[in-house]
């Protein structure tokens, strides 16, 4: 059975997506924001070293030139870029946690592949204690998986492809 690690536990037990709702729908087309489902800001010792966008791989993929089309993902990038750290976006698959990781930085490209790199969850949390500059031990390797996504990833919606603009939202 692998070795759980203690974290802090979830403070909240809740996600309040009122204020979310209220910001896309009142606040005026103007007030742009974007809601962070699941961004970590990955640190060693509160030295921030990178920004990652995690999700479940059956989410949709971002189009071939997200980075230039999503103002989402320029967003992310240009505040890691702030923070001379890379931005990326991680689809994971459970349950080995298997990843595809779409560099969403030019630092980030220094580290992964365009338009994106397969890599298993050993391989890859590797890479994040590299990105601190620390080892990863044997002991924590031996909990992680060495499968890496499967080959036969279903197609899904791409984001950031380009819409019509709504009347609305044009200047």
């Given at each position: 059975?692998?070795?759980?690690?203690?974290?802090?536990?979830?403070?909240?037990?809740?996600?309040?997506?009122?204020?979310?709702?209220?910001?896309?729908?009142?606040?005026?087309?103007?007030?742009?924001?974007?809601?962070l489902?699941?961004?970590?800001?990955?640190?060693?010792?509160?030295?921030?070293?990178?920004?990652?966008?995690?999700?479940?791989?059956?989410?949709?993929?971002p189009?071939?030139?997200?980075?230039?089309?999503?103002?989402?993902?320029?967003?992310?990038?240009?505040?890691a870029?702030?923070?001379?750290?890379?931005?990326?976006?991680?689809?994971?698959?459970?349950?080995?946690?298997a990843?595809?990781?779409?560099?969403?930085?030019?630092i980030?490209?220094?580290?992964?592949?365009?338009?994106?790199?397969?890599?298993?969850?050993r391989?890859?949390?590797?890479?994040?204690?590299?990105?601190?500059?620390?080892?990863?031990?044997?002991?924590?390797?031996?909990?992680?998986?060495?499968?890496?996504p499967?080959?036969?990833?279903?197609?899904?919606?791409?984001i950031?492809?380009?819409r019509?603009?709504?009347?609305?939202?044009?200047?």
């Amino acid at each position: 059975m692998p070795q759980m690690f203690r974290s802090m536990p979830e403070r909240t037990g809740w996600r309040d997506e009122e204020i979310s709702k209220r910001h896309r729908n009142f606040w005026g087309p103007g007030c742009h924001a974007i809601d962070l489902d699941f961004i970590m800001i990955e640190h060693h010792f509160g030295k921030v070293v990178a920004l990652i966008d995690y999700k479940h791989h059956h989410a949709a993929r971002p189009c071939e030139n997200f980075r230039e089309e999503n103002k989402n993902f320029k967003a992310c990038a240009s505040m890691a870029d702030k923070s001379e750290v890379p931005f990326m976006i991680v689809y994971y698959w459970p349950p080995t946690y298997a990843v595809r990781v779409y560099p969403g930085n030019t630092i980030a490209d220094s580290y992964f592949r365009a338009p994106y790199q397969d890599l298993c969850e050993r391989d890859f949390v590797s890479g994040l204690h590299q990105l601190r500059e620390i080892v990863l031990t044997e002991r924590i390797a031996a909990n992680l998986h060495t499968e890496l996504p499967p080959s036969d990833v279903v197609k899904v919606p791409r984001i950031g492809t380009a819409r019509p603009v709504p009347e609305w939202r044009q200047p």
